[in-house]
């Protein structure tokens, strides 16, 4: 086999994948080393296994968060960053965000220091994961959450400080606000070129994996110049990048008696608060959702609850050079070190990893090999107690099983 080596990005801005790469690994806090060596245990094998021992991932792990805390080092040294921006391609487990002192969020702030704009989030039904659902088995969508700007900016001043007092003058005076005096107050930024990076992308997935249409999610009638221009935007780049390849509902209602053309993707945008219902009511209209941060932080949660909670959702964080896959929950500081955990979330954000560097063929027999095990109802506490006649096991014991199921 190669000896291990860094993969690079060609003029084309495609992955060039040598057979033993480097990727670097942040196992995270609280719960994250336990699901981590789960994963592991998982990835190699799949690896191993599809391609006949011929590929394998040379781990890099970097200290992130509390482990670099312990070793006397900032919480995110630069030297991490600069190694997840050479790698390409990372994957984390959950980090804990220190309350009321220091750093905002170290996930966030991962987020925007390497410009990872786009947060990917299939969420998808799998046979025998309890759901509160009646028809699960409708949703299949993938939601493209813009990461870099909005409320999570973090632009805002508590009530009572000489900075919100600065700015309430200011409105009140310069700009004839009328506001509650002594307020705390945020700022809410939405960009064109963030709006249309972000739904660019979302559309070229659509397009890539033969997805019917994109929904652009917003609350414009409410929020008009942020929310409203985050639509205005993404048809606008619809109509410019991808003119011959998409149509607006819009069109297909006028032009084609409700029926959209076959090799096109149809934009369309929903209300935010009518597209929650909208998951629940008829899923199976939505594919692809690209939606700015705030909306999607929460859709993406309340949809991961609809097919079997935070525990087996996936998710990636990608930008136009580097792309870190992480577990969708947080570091549940009170299961940490207790081998309990359910690891699919980022055993799943492995597979989607392995899908980003051309490994498919690994990641179908992850995503096989967990699916076999819940169907055999072997399952960590959190599903257990979902489902009837459930063999409950460690986190450990439940990645062996679905290392076995790849046999
Ligand atoms: P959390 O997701 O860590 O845990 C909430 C509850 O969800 C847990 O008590 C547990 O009951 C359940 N849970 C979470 N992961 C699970 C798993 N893999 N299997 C089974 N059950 C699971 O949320 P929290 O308690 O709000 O946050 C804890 C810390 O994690 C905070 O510091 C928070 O800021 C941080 N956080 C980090 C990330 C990230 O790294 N991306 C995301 C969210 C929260």
């Not at 987020?111 to 949703?139: F, N, T, W």
């Not at 509902?249 to 076959?262: D, F, I, K």
């Not at 941060?293 to 935070?310: K, T």
Request: overall charge neutral.
């Amino acid at each position: 086999m190669q000896l291990p080596a860094k993969m690079t990005m060609g003029s084309d801005g495609r992955l060039r994948v040598p057979d033993r790469p480097i990727i670097p690994f942040i196992e995270g806090d609280g719960i994250g080393p336990d699901i981590w060596r789960a994963a592991v245990l998982v990835l190699d094998a799949a690896v191993a296994k599809a391609f006949g021992g011929k590929r394998a991932i040379s781990w890099l792990p970097l200290a992130v968060g509390e482990a670099a805390a312990a070793a006397g080092g900032e919480v995110l040294p630069e030297s991490a960053l600069e190694a997840i921006r050479e790698h390409r391609v990372a994957i984390k487990g959950p980090l804990t965000t220190p309350v009321g002192k220091g750093m905002r969020s170290i996930n966030v702030a991962i987020r925007q220091r390497l410009d990872l704009y786009a947060c990917v989030r299939p969420v998808r039904y799998m046979p025998s994961v309890p759901s509160p659902m009646k028809h699960p088995e409708g949703i299949d969508m993938v939601v493209f959450r813009e990461n870099t700007e909005d409320l999570y900016a973090g632009i805002e001043w508590p009530a009572g400080s000489a900075e919100a007092g600065k700015l309430e003058t200011f409105l009140r005076e310069q700009m004839g606000v009328s506001l509650p005096s002594g307020a705390g107050i945020g700022i809410k930024p939405i960009s064109r070129d963030n709006t249309r990076r972000l739904v660019a992308r979302a559309i070229a997935y659509a397009l890539d994996h033969r997805l019917p249409s994109v929904t652009l999610m917003h609350k414009g009638n409410i929020m008009k110049f942020t929310e409203g221009a985050f639509r205005t935007w993404g048809y606008e780049v619809a109509a410019e990048k991808f003119a011959d390849r998409t149509i607006t509902e819009a069109e297909v209602t006028r032009s084609h008696g409700g029926r959209a053309p076959e090799d096109k993707v149809v934009i369309k945008d929903r209300i935010a608060d009518m597209l929650f219902q909208q998951v629940l009511l008829r899923p199976e209209d939505y594919h692809v959702i690209a939606t700015p941060n705030l909306n999607g932080d929460y859709l993406s949660d309340a949809l991961a609850a609809q097919v079997g909670g935070l525990g087996m959702a996936p998710g990636a964080n990608i930008g136009d050079t580097c792309a870190v896959f992480e577990a969708t929950h947080g570091s549940a500081p009170k299961y940490a070190g207790l081998d309990k955990v359910n690891p699919g979330s980022l055993i799943l954000s492995g597979a989607m990893m392995l899908d980003h560097i051309g490994w498919q063929e690994a990641a179908e027999l992850v995503r096989r090999a967990l699916q076999a095990t819940i169907v055999q109802k072997t399952v960590t506490y959190d599903l257990a107690r979902q489902i009837p006649g459930a063999r409950e096991v460690s986190c450990s014991v439940f990645a062996r099983a679905v290392v076995a199921n790849m046999e």
